[in-house]
């Protein structure tokens, strides 16, 4: 399998693709960037996954039919507004945003992807990005992803993007990503806004379908608050500049790809959960011993997503009943009497994405607390202080069989309210 590097450039680190951001005034409180600007030099394939809440924004709505032919060149998005429940109106302000960005690229209006995130239930002033799309196109650049990243930010407290290189066939392909999420943050599709480019040459078939094999075992694996938003959008360009042979089927050119987009995507969720709105820690769960991947993965899902685990890892308080009961409500076949917990914990969140290191059941920073359906006596201040960390892991050994799944999330703060309670204005 191909070397996968990490690099710098977000979505412009491959070649062909150029971003800006700045601000227009979408949301009059905002003082940073809030459009972004994407832009292939040349047409791409593209594929997209969209969120499964029935309310959906005008712009997904836009976003999906555009997309629909496997064709892209340039995506456009505005924060501070949501698009959502704005009707007739909201319909053509979307339409004509693309209309905008697509007359100052000279592409067709077709090949412009719309996104949006905000506020729902209000509409916004189109033109602030009518008058300022020719700003906006003027200043992409190679650097542009500096100012993108910012500019499709909400409640985040800081930009989440990475870029990734790899090798088919003998050439050197690139892959990059930006995303936000912070909150209504929910498993059940991508959770987020995000923007994957690519210059490797692969069709928009293949293109959808290792999109919709990546989300399962990295954005569907996040949750935050529980709430899945009428927003999310995740799209994928590629321009094929990199020359390798087009992959049109499943092989082993496809699982290099797929394997970098994993990769890839793996670190943005994580980044997402370590930022959900007032957290203070990620949390990964892992659980093993489960009789399929999919029994693993929504057990630890169903851990991840319980308020009360949450609130739990706030306080640092090593509850493992509260884990236990999640799985028990859960639906998944598991005997209780016969698993296994642990905690550790990475002191840097930042330095644990891209290094990622497989749990190990072993070491000072290691603590099990419960073995084969028995509770342990342990050293609570030990765990308090594993607990206190940035990044908080917890393994699940069950007995039904030898699958593996992760799942990650946050605790649930204070801050959570208070961001929430007077978000609107």
């Given at each position: 399998m191909s070397k996968i590097t990490f690099i710098e450039g977000g979505v412009c680190a491959p070649q062909g693709f150029t971003a800006n951001g700045m601000r227009v005034g979408i949301k009059a409180s905002r003082k940073i960037n809030d459009t972004a600007l994407v832009f292939s030099e040349c047409p791409c394939n593209a594929a997209g996954v969209f969120t499964q809440n029935?309310?959906?924004?005008?712009?997904?709505?836009?976003?999906?039919?555009?997309?629909?032919?496997?064709?892209?060149?340039?995506?456009?998005?505005?924060?501070?507004?949501?698009?959502?429940?704005?009707?007739?109106?909201?319909?053509?302000?979307?339409?004509?945003?693309?209309?905008?960005?697509?007359?100052?690229?000279?592409?067709?209006?077709?090949?412009?992807?719309?996104?949006?995130?905000?506020?729902?239930?209000?509409?916004?002033?189109?033109?602030?990005?009518?008058?300022?799309i020719q700003q906006l196109k003027d200043g992409l650049s190679k650097k542009g992803h500096e100012e993108a990243r910012i500019a499709i930010m909400t409640t985040?407290?800081?930009?989440?993007?990475?870029?990734?290189?790899?090798?088919?066939?003998?050439?050197?392909?690139?892959?990059?990503?930006?995303?936000?999420?912070?909150?209504?943050?929910?498993?059940?599709?991508?959770?987020?806004?995000?923007?994957?480019?690519?210059?490797?040459?692969?069709?928009?078939?293949?293109?959808?379908?290792?999109?919709?094999?990546?989300?399962?075992?990295?954005?569907?694996?996040?949750?935050?608050?529980?709430d899945t938003s009428t927003n999310d959008t995740l799209t994928i360009m590629a321009n094929g500049l990199a020359q390798n042979r087009?992959?049109?089927?499943?092989?082993?050119?496809?699982?290099?790809?797929?394997?970098?987009?994993?990769?890839?995507?793996?670190?943005?969720?994580?980044?997402?959960?370590?930022?959900?709105?007032?957290?203070?820690?990620?949390?990964?769960?892992?659980?093993?011993?489960?009789?399929?991947?999919?029994?693993?993965?929504?057990?630890?899902?169903e851990i991840i997503c319980s308020s009360l685990v949450k609130a739990a890892?706030?306080?640092?308080?090593?509850?493992?009943?509260?884990?236990?009961?999640?799985?028990?409500?859960?639906?998944?076949?598991?005997?209780?009497?016969?698993?296994s917990i642990w905690f550790t914990s990475k002191k840097d969140a930042n330095r644990y994405f891209e290094n990622y290191d497989d749990f190990e059941v072993h070491g000072d920073n290691v603590l099990q607390v419960y073995k084969d359906g028995v509770p342990l006596q342990f050293d609570e201040a030990k765990a308090k202080e594993i607990m206190s960390q940035q990044a908080v892991e917890i393994l699940v050994q069950c007995s039904e069989g030898d699958a593996e799944g992760t799942a990650w999330g946050c605790d649930l703060t204070y801050d959570y309210v208070k961001i929430n309670g007077d978000y609107r204005t």
């Open positions: 029935k309310v959906q924004s005008e712009s997904v709505k836009l976003a999906k039919k555009f997309i629909a032919n496997g064709r892209a060149q340039a995506a456009i998005e505005i924060s501070g507004n949501a698009n959502t429940c704005t009707g007739a109106q909201g319909a053509e302000n979307a339409l004509r945003m693309a209309k905008a960005a697509a007359k100052a690229l000279s592409i067709d209006t077709e090949d412009v992807i719309v996104y949006s995130t905000g506020v729902i239930g209000a509409q916004f002033d189109v033109t602030k990005v009518e008058n300022n985040d407290t800081h930009y989440k993007e990475c870029a990734v290189e790899f090798e088919i066939g003998g050439k050197t392909c690139r892959m990059g990503t930006m995303c936000k999420g912070s909150g209504m943050i929910h498993i059940n599709m991508g959770t987020m806004l995000s923007f994957i480019t690519t210059d490797c040459a692969i069709s928009s078939k293949m293109l959808d379908k290792a999109l919709h094999s990546s989300i399962l075992e990295t954005y569907n694996c996040v949750s935050v608050d529980g087009e992959i049109t089927e499943d092989g082993e050119d496809y699982q290099i790809f797929l394997e970098a987009l994993n990769k890839m995507n793996r670190v943005m969720a994580m980044k997402i959960a370590a930022d959900g709105e007032g957290a203070t820690r990620l949390v990964e769960c892992n659980v093993r011993g489960a009789k399929t991947v999919e029994d693993a993965r929504g057990l630890a899902k890892m706030f306080g640092a308080d090593a509850n493992f009943g509260r884990f236990l009961c999640a799985m028990g409500y859960s639906g998944i076949d598991f005997n209780p009497d016969t698993t």
